[in-house]
């Protein structure tokens, strides 16, 4: 059985970093893993997302150039390193899965069948 548990996330003021994890466990890593972003009322956005074999990324253009996705084959690890976070930043996020995803259909959340428990965090001064 697939498992995702997220870690990280919190309160951070306008300007400053945080950095989300998420270990995924029970299955075989191939494919994309990939964040999303959701507030309140809106749909889930995609944020980022790595090729597990080849290590190409892929961003939003409203994270382009302030958040890293990077990866760990040996933990089992995805990361999200962001920075000059803003107050639109502000979502819960959550990493997800998915063995048969393919690259033209990486940013549709209904391709993905395995989800992190999701991380608030929150930009605010």
């Known amino acids: 059985q697939v498992q995702l548990v997220q870690s990280g996330g919190g309160l951070v003021q306008p300007g400053g970093s945080l950095r989300l994890s998420c270990q995924i466990s029970?299955?075989?890593?191939?494919?994309?893993m990939a964040w999303f972003r959701q507030v309140p009322g809106k749909e889930r956005e995609f944020v980022s997302a790595i090729r597990w074999n080849g290590g190409n990324t892929y961003y939003a253009d409203s994270v382009k150039n302030r958040f890293t996705i990077s990866k760990d084959n040996a933990k089992n690890t995805v990361s999200l390193q962001m920075s000059s976070l803003k107050p639109e930043d502000t979502a819960v996020y959550y990493c997800?899965?998915?063995?048969?995803?393919?690259?033209?259909?990486?940013?549709?959340?209904?391709?993905?069948?395995?989800w992190g428990q999701g991380t608030q965090v929150t930009v605010s001064s």
């Open positions: 997800a899965f998915s063995s048969g995803v393919i690259l033209s259909q990486i940013r549709n959340p209904s391709q993905y069948a395995y």
């Open positions: 029970g299955g075989t890593l191939s494919r994309y």
